[in-house]
């Protein structure tokens, strides 16, 4: 005869408010241990999905993510006379917000080096990659953009040409691939106005030094567009991406490029590393951090909740051992109650996260070891909390039943 | 009558029991001496605050005795502060307890009741159910062995609770006012009970009550007064 669970089903109303109340909690501490998940997955797979070997960066910066990297993009040819080298294309990365049918809109762009990369490679979920070399984007559908959608960046209007599926920013924002050269003019996009200033100023610096005076058809020259100004140099992109030949040492090459002094290489692998230990260490921190004080809110509630379960039964307690009943069946009626409630309190949260988690903001992302480990967590805090109950229920003394 | 019939269930000398210390000191069992034989019932009144209730702690060992000496079934239980036997395992094989209330565990029904007595000595639930069942039969309340104590009059709980008390086949029924809570009817078929289980069961039952018109029931009276017996009756 198990008294714990003929306790439970005598008073199953309350007993269900209470594993529903503990499992809410233990929902949130799944959630949290599932969204660090998330931020590292998000961040480990954003590398490996763009899958270069090899990430060449402004020199001693930690780019292009952790921090702003900026170089020229003709290190795109400079890089494939490196022996060893197969492509290499350039890659820009930044974040739009804009509103959208009334919606604040994150995209993360990422240029795509068209034509060699039309985007086929992204893990696609509708449509398709692009198709012609301009005003066309592939989005993540975490976005909610719909295929066909037209969406105004820059000074043109884009058509979402496909949705990819898990192309999550290192910040959680959806990603966005459209082509390098509309990445770069979308990024950056200045107003007519400021474009009439810039070129104005221009003409205004030439003639105060002696080449405008002694050339002043050049005027007509600084005046226009910049991309006609051979001295203004290329454009800039945030990294070059390296694929490295089959049966060549990625280390080598990496290291062959690092020799340059305008840039600094990192491996894909060096690349994940910097993204954990820069913009997700401190989100991955902070989550560790709640997680840890939520377990031990948990365990304070369900040590509160065993206790005055155990005072209320303090006087079939004092029974039990008048009768004679040994430590050991009070013992086991309080903690066999304590595990229960912690175990189901855990397939609630699980149920229960299985169906909402979907819905967060950010990705979480359950791993079966950390779920495991919750488990005996919960188990080592259910009994943990069964033993404030416990030491009340011991010092009960049978002469209660008395008075 | 069974040979063992003239054994004393329980003997009892020289228990005294003081309450509080200083000035809050209360004397409520001074020096008594007593000895219930196997097969006797015997009835303990006296006024109340008299130390019925106290005594009856001290010989079901529920509380310990300042001094004194307790023997049981031939076996010394506490003798002159010490404590000589496992309390708890002595209370649950050799004593049947019974109340003013039942006491009964709230989320048992009635056959559970009597059951966990039996398990928590280690009998196997096979045996401990049949004899339930039988308990409750010979106490006339089989027909609500499946029925939580929420369910059950006041003269059934209290028939479940002496179910309950008999399920280990003590030596000695103590019963604080057992039929305090009940009307006269129940009241006195309660005492008959008690009766019958002394002389079936042969074992010794000692039961403090107020009711004097069943007095009658008892082989022997012993009243109690200012934490002192007077006299014997019979
Ligand atoms: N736990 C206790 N602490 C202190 N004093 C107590 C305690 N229990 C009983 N007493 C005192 O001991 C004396 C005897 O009490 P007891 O309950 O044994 O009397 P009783 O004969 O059973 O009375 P009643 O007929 O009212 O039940 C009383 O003066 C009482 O106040
Ligand atoms: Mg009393």
């Known amino acids: ?403 | 009558m069974s040979l063992s019939n003239n054994n004393p269930a329980l003997q009892a000398a020289g228990l005294t029991k003081i309450y509080g210390s200083g000035h809050t000191e209360v004397v409520a069992v001074r020096d008594v001496s007593l000895s219930v034989a196997r097969g006797e019932i015997v009835a303990l009144v006296g006024p109340s605050g008299a130390g019925k209730s106290t005594l009856l702690a001290l010989l079901g060992l529920i509380r310990p005795p300042n001094t004194g000496r307790i023997i049981i079934d031939e076996t010394v239980v506490f003798d002159n502060h010490q404590v000589k036997v496992n309390v708890r395992r002595f209370r649950r094989q050799k004593f049947g307890f019974v109340f003013q209330k039942a006491n009964l565990i709230p989320f048992l029904t009635a056959a559970e009741n009597v059951r966990l007595a039996m398990e928590i000595d280690d009998q196997p639930a096979r045996i401990s159910r049949r004899r339930a069942m039988e308990l409750l039969e010979y106490l006339g309340v089989a027909e609500r062995a499946e029925n939580l104590p929420s369910m059950l009059s006041g003269g059934e709980e209290q028939r479940v609770a002496v179910a309950r008390a008999l399920a280990n086949r003590p030596s000695l029924i103590v019963a604080d006012e057992p039929t305090a809570a009940l009307d006269s009817v129940h009241g006195r078929q309660v005492m008959e009970l008690f009766r019958k289980v002394a002389h079936e069961q042969n074992a010794g039952v000692i039961v403090v009550t107020h009711d004097h018109r069943a007095l009658d029931l008892f082989d022997r009276t012993l009243e109690m007064e200012d934490g002192q017996l007077r006299k014997s009756h019979n």
């Not at chain 1, 034509?115 to 398709?128: F, I, S, T, Y």
């Not at chain 1, 999550?168 to 691939?177: L, R």
């Not at chain 1, 070129?199 to 020259?221: D, K, T, W």
């Not at chain 1, 996260?353 to 950390?370: E, N």
């Open chain 1, 1 to 403: 005869m198990n008294l714990a669970t003929k306790d439970i089903k005598h008073n199953f109303g309350r007993f269900v408010l209470t594993s529903a109340g503990i499992g809410l909690l233990l929902m949130v501490v799944m959630g949290m241990g599932g969204i660090y998940r998330g931020i590292v997955e998000d961040a480990v797979t954003l590398v490996e999905r763009i899958g270069a070997d090899l990430w060449v960066v402004q020199k001693n910066t930690r780019g292009p993510f952790a921090e702003i990297s900026r170089i020229p993009r003709d290190l795109e040819d400079g890089v494939l006379t490196v022996p060893g080298v197969e492509s290499t294309h350039g890659f820009v990365s930044h974040t739009v917000q804009r509103d959208y049918k009334g919606k604040s809109l994150r995209l993360t762009i990422q240029g795509l080096s068209w034509p060699l990369d039309k985007g086929l490679w992204l893990p696609k979920a509708a449509g398709r990659g692009l198709t012609q070399a301009h005003y066309e984007l592939v989005a993540d559908k975490s976005s909610r953009l719909q295929v066909g959608d037209k969406l105004p960046l820059g000074k043109e209007i884009f058509t979402v040409k496909g949705l990819t599926k898990g192309m999550i920013s290192q910040a959680g924002d959806s990603m966005a691939f459209m082509t390098l050269d509309d990445a770069q003019a979308v990024q950056f996009d200045l107003s007519p106005e400021s474009i009439r200033i810039e070129r104005m100023a221009r003409v205004n610096r030439l003639f105060n030094i002696e080449l405008g005076q002694i050339q002043p058809q050049m005027s007509e020259r600084a005046g226009g567009p910049s991309s006609g100004i051979p001295a203004l140099g290329t454009s800039m992109v945030s990294a070059v991406l390296v694929s490295v030949k089959p049966g060549y040492n990625i280390e080598a090459v990496a290291k062959h490029i690092d020799a340059w002094p305008d840039v600094s290489v990192y491996t894909k692998d060096g690349q994940k590393q910097l993204l954990l230990q820069g913009p997700a260490d401190r989100a991955r921190r902070q989550l560790g951090l709640f997680r840890r004080l939520l377990i031990i809110v948990s365990a304070i509630i369900m040590a509160l909740i065993l206790y005055t379960l155990t005072l209320d039964k303090l006087h079939d307690i004092a029974m039990l051992k008048l009768i004679g009943a040994k430590n050991s069946l009070i013992l086991g009626l309080i903690m066999q109650q304590a595990i229960l409630l912690g175990g189901i309190g855990f397939c609630i949260a699980y149920l229960l996260g299985q169906w909402i988690f979907p819905y967060f903001p950010r990705r979480v992302v359950l791993v079966r070891g950390d779920l495991y480990s919750l488990a005996i967590i919960v188990f080592v805090i259910s009994i943990l909390a069964s033993l404030l109950g416990i030491w009340r229920a011991m010092r009960a003394d049978p002469s209660e039943v008395l008075s």
